[in-house]
């Protein structure tokens, strides 16, 4: 007989869930891998295979109890559904969010081996997320930035104006007034933001033509060595660095191959990687431009219908929280972090600054009827 003891139910719910996760997981970065390209898809599919590995574990675990296949919970399937129909950055988000979230740490019935691979997978993605968060990062900060701003100040506005008593036609006037000068201003500030963020980090960032100088440097001068030590080096390391590259540019000679090292050592590259992370000034300010209207305009909506008192106040707030709500959670899938705590941190914002405008209005206006 087996000396093996009989699982309990709880071990067995907690086994199928596990094997139930698994599978999504592994089929996940099956997809995935076949809007990637190379090498990207190749290390897609072996994350796909680790899975396929752990779900075996479970399987074999679970034997006759792993059938009929357990279903995944609702809200990861929802997930993963929203994922795959909005893009890749949504699916890799949420496989981080996935990998981090394991519970594999606290459970004796995990090896220790698969809980670590668990931990590393989340650091895969977390590298392979982070190439598309920085294509979006510029014009979806500014995205997010100007929703939020026009959702807030706008619904803000109305609510201390029509706490005053004002007519609805007027309340949507003044709102109408408050997009328009928002977006506006939004734009306009997201344009100037940009150019000058770029142009000082243009300024800040290694020339690109400065490794076509190093072949005809002094060796035993050695300004290289200088350069290093003034980017944060000690003279040792320094000294080091530039006999690295000098020995580097020897074996290589004057082919353009040669040259790569260079590049490297100096730091060609970083001026796209961090202007990349700020984004385009036109894009910035178009998409600050589009979304604070968009959510300037949200809370107007009740406004365009005449209906006085508070029916068009509260349907009003109700809309701007559900939205900021959505746009709070978004961010914090895309981030990898915890979605309803970004979210209700939104709403707490955005309601605070509703909730001062309306006091301040009620206090100087008269009263609502």
Aim: no cysteine; hydrophobic share 45%.
């Amino acid at each position: 007989m087996s000396d093996t003891p009989t699982p309990s139910r709880r071990q067995i719910r907690r086994w199928r869930r596990y094997l139930a996760e698994e599978r999504l997981e592994a089929d996940t970065y099956r997809n995935l891998a076949r809007r990637q390209r190379s090498p990207h898809r190749e290390i897609m599919l072996e994350l796909a295979a680790a899975e396929g590995r752990h779900e075996q574990y479970w399987l074999e675990l679970l034997g006759d109890q792993a059938y009929p296949p357990p279903r995944v919970p609702w809200r990861r399937r929802l997930m993963s559904s929203l994922a795959n129909r909005f893009g890749s950055v949504f699916v890799l988000a949420l496989a981080q969010r996935s990998e981090q979230r394991t519970g594999y740490d606290d459970d004796h019935d995990v090896p220790d081996q698969m809980a670590a691979d668990e931990h590393i997978h989340g650091e895969v993605v977390r590298s392979l997320a982070a190439e598309s968060r920085a294509h979006m990062a510029g014009s979806f900060r500014a995205a997010v930035f100007g929703a939020n701003d026009g959702l807030i100040s706008n619904l803000a506005l109305i609510l201390g104006v029509a706490a005053t008593g004002m007519t609805p036609s007027m309340v949507l006037a003044t709102g109408v007034a408050g997009l328009l000068a928002g977006a506006l201003s939004m734009g306009a500030g997201e344009w100037i933001s940009v150019s000058s963020q770029r142009e000082l980090l243009s300024a800040s960032t290694p020339d690109d033509d400065a490794h076509r100088s190093v072949p005809a440097l002094d060796v035993n001068a050695n300004e290289l060595a200088l350069l290093f030590r003034a980017r944060g080096e000690s003279p040792e390391t320094a000294q080091e660095h530039a006999e690295r590259v000098f020995a580097a540019l020897g074996e290589a000679g004057d082919s353009a191959s040669g040259q790569l090292p260079l590049r490297s050592a100096l730091g060609e590259g970083a001026r796209q990687t961090s202007t990349e992370a700020v984004g385009t000034p036109f894009r910035a300010a178009v998409s600050s431009f589009i979304f604070f209207a968009l959510g300037a305009l949200l809370p107007l909506i009740p406004f365009m219908f005449g209906v006085g008192g508070w029916m068009p106040i509260v349907i009003s707030s109700v809309l701007v929280g559900i939205t900021l709500l959505g746009t709070g959670g978004v961010v914090g899938l895309l981030s990898g972090g915890t979605p309803w705590r970004t979210a209700l941190r939104q709403l707490a914002v955005g309601y605070g600054a509703a909730a001062v405008t309306f006091a301040l209005g009620t206090l100087f206006g008269a009263t609502i009827g």
